[in-house]
Structure formats: structure tokens, C-alpha cells
């Protein structure tokens, strides 16, 4: 069994290949090809913080997610185990740990075991710069809500799916610090030309931004909108990825009225963004889009009257199919580059 670290699978996954290997799995969502059961989740109420264990008090879960995939090339099939640990700052540990079981689907054996945090950052980024590319392919200003591993991710992610360096990135952030630490990084890549930071408090200087910018990407776990959606100008794309459940919202509902919808996976739906939108509001999957785009075919989603439609929205809340292709591709790369810990569990 091979064992691979945070620093393996960050020697050897690169964006490109993160891209093209995420877009497969948002087609297979799309297609119903992969086989994607309900997540099992464990409630966790901290000893320190609670005197309760039911999952009322629990501000703490461990989620199992598997996934299974089939193609005429090989057969895919995993499990990740990812956990939400509120304190796990004060440790010095990463506030969601994740570790990803390859299976060989044959003998159900486990392959490998992979470390899935910097995996998952990264998969979690492709989608909203697919959507982009698909989008807002000539998009000169992004603007950039959380200036967290999500944010990096997310700029690294749409200058790698436009192939081109972006002209200018602005970071919003509430804490200062935070941003221009962020700031910095981006400045010493070769994925940006100009970076700016901006208070979320100076409400005029957000106001301006937003006037100019062309993908608006919120990265943040806030439960209420993040900004006026009166403010972004026609034909601004939004991608959002830090709301995960009915009570977290980052984009307004009267935002949203404006927008064509894209999703992930039908699961979004249920999200604070989008458990209110119609069933009739224009809404399509990502992975559908994709496939028309590989066979040149036009799509009723894209073609639908702009009017009163003048943006459009890609909420992400991820699917563990991401995860299982993605760590088989890690694992295949580590063995072809002789990385990593061979167990023997005999």
C-alpha cells in the first residue's frame, strides 16, 4: 500500500492536470455515470466546549464520502474521510483535515492512502475556473471575496484554465493582514500582473470595484450576502464555493434572480445561495456545458434570452468523485516518479 504526504502530493499535482482531470469528473456527474452514495456524517461535540455528545450540541463532523467511476481505460473507486474540527488551530493542525482511501476496485484492496487536504483545496478551485473559461473567457478583473487557501487556489486555478496572466486580481477580505500577506504570495507568481486590496468594511471602495469586475469569486463561510448584486454590471460571472449548507449564504437571493445558474452537482441546490430559486429559473450542470463544449454542440442554457438573465452564477459545494479521480491521478504520478511509502499490510 502506498502512503502519500501533503508535500508527495504537492510535488506532484499540478493545476493543469487538476483541471483536466475534475472536468472528467463534473462530466460523469452530469452524464449519471459515476456512482456518488449519500455522504455518512458523524457529529462531534468537542469535551472542552460541550458536555453533550448528540449532534444538536456538536459544532464538529466527520464526513465519509465514496465514490466509484468506470471507464474503458480503468475503474475508479475511494473513499475520503474528511473531518471539521473547530479547534484544531489552537493544535496547530488544519482546521479540515481530509485523507483519501484508493481502492483497486478488482480486489478491494486499499492502493494507497492519500493525504487530501492540499488536494482538495485545489479540486475545489478547478470548478469555478472551468465555469470561467466556459464564461468569461476574455475576463480582465477578478475579484476575489476571502483571502484563504481557497483565494490562492482560485486565482493560481483561472490563470491556469485562461492561460494567461491575469491583469489585475483584488482581494476583499475583512481582515487587512490577511489580504496583503495574500497580496505578496500572488505578486511573486507569474499568474497576476497587478494585485489590490480592499477593506470589506470600505463599502464605497467595494462598491467601485465590483463595477469593474468581470468574475467575482467568494471564497468565505459568512451566513449573510457578501454584497450588493446591483452593483456587478451585465455579464459578470460569480463563482461561489464557501457556502455548504441552507443556513450559509454568500450571494444574495435578489443576485442570484439575475443570474443563469450553474452548479456542480444537484446537491447545490439545497445550499443557502440557492435552496429558495425556482424550478423554473435557468439552471444547468457544469459537467453538461463541458461535454457540449467537447463536441461542439450548442446548449439551451447557453443560448437562453439574456434578458432578464444579464449573469450568471456557479455555485460549487464539490462531490467526493472529484476527490477519488483526483487522488488516482496522485497516485498514479507518485508511482511513475517513485514517490512515496510503500506499506506492506501483510
Known amino acids: 500500500m ?50 453533550s455528545s448528540s449532534s444538536e450540541a456538536a459544532q464538529d463532523w466527520t464526513l465519509f464520502k465514496p465514490a466509484a467511476y468506470q471507464t474503458k481505460e480503468r475503474d475508479h473507486m475511494g473513499l475520503k474521510v474528511v473531518s471539521i474540527r473547530s479547534n484544531n488551530g489552537k493544535r496547530g493542525l488544519p482546521l479540515v483535515p481530509a485523507s483519501i482511501l484508493s481502492l483497486h476496485p478488482s480486489t478491494g484492496m486499499v492502493q494507497a492512502v492519500v493525504a487530501g487536504t492540499y488536494l482538495t483545496a485545489m479540486r475545489t478551485a478547478t470548478g469555478s475556473a472551468l465555469s470561467a473559461q466556459l ?34 486580481v483584488t482581494l476583499i477580505n475583512r481582515t487587512r493582514s490577511r489580504a496583503e500577506a495574500l497580496q505578496s504570495t500572488l505578486e511573486a507568481t507569474d499568474w497576476v500582473d497587478h494585485v489590490h486590496v480592499v477593506d470589506l468594511s470600505d463599502r464605497l471602495k467595494v462598491a467601485e470595484t465590483l463595477a469593474t469586475a468581470d468574475v467575482v469569486v467568494t471564497a468565505t463561510n459568512t451566513a449573510t450576502p457578501l454584497f450588493d448584486g446591483s452593483l456587478l454590471r451585465p455579464g459578470t460571472h ?7 449548507t441552507p443556513d450559509m449564504q454568500e450571494i444574495s437571493a435578489r443576485t442570484v434572480d439575475r443570474c443563469k445558474v450553474l452548479i456542480d452537482t444537484p446537491e447545490a441546490r439545497t445550499v443557502g445561495d440557492l435552496k429558495n430559486v425556482s ?46 479521480l483526483t487522488a488516482d491521478l496522485v497516485v498514479q504520478k507518485s508511482k511513475e516518479q517513485n514517490i512515496g511509502l510503500e506499506v506492506d499490510m501483510s
Open 238 to 244: 460569480i463563482a461561489g464555493v464557501g457556502s455548504y
Open 135 to 168: 464564461l468569461r473567457p476574455d475576463a480582465a478583473h477578478i475579484v476575489v471575496f476571502g483571502a484563504g487557501l481557497q483565494a490562492e487556489f482560485h486565482v493560481q486555478a483561472l490563470a491556469t484554465a485562461l492561460e494567461k496572466s491575469l491583469p489585475l
Open 279 to 324: 424550478m423554473s429559473h435557468p439552471v444547468a450542470l457544469l459537467g453538461d456545458l463541458l461535454q457540449c463544449q467537447d463536441e461542439n454542440r450548442e446548449n439551451e442554457w447557453m443560448n437562453k434570452n439574456s434578458s432578464p438573465f444579464d449573469c450568471t452564477f456557479f455555485k460549487s459545494v464539490g462531490t467526493a468523485i472529484q476527490d477519488v
Open 2 to 51: 502506498l502512503m502519500l504526504s501533503e508535500s508527495d502530493v504537492k510535488r506532484v499535482l499540478t493545476m493543469k492536470d487538476c483541471l483536466q482531470v475534475n472536468r472528467l469528473a463534473f462530466q460523469a456527474v452530469a452524464a449519471d455515470t459515476a456512482q456518488v452514495p449519500t455522504r455518512l456524517g458523524l457529529a462531534y461535540a468537542d469535551p472542552g466546549v460541550s458536555n
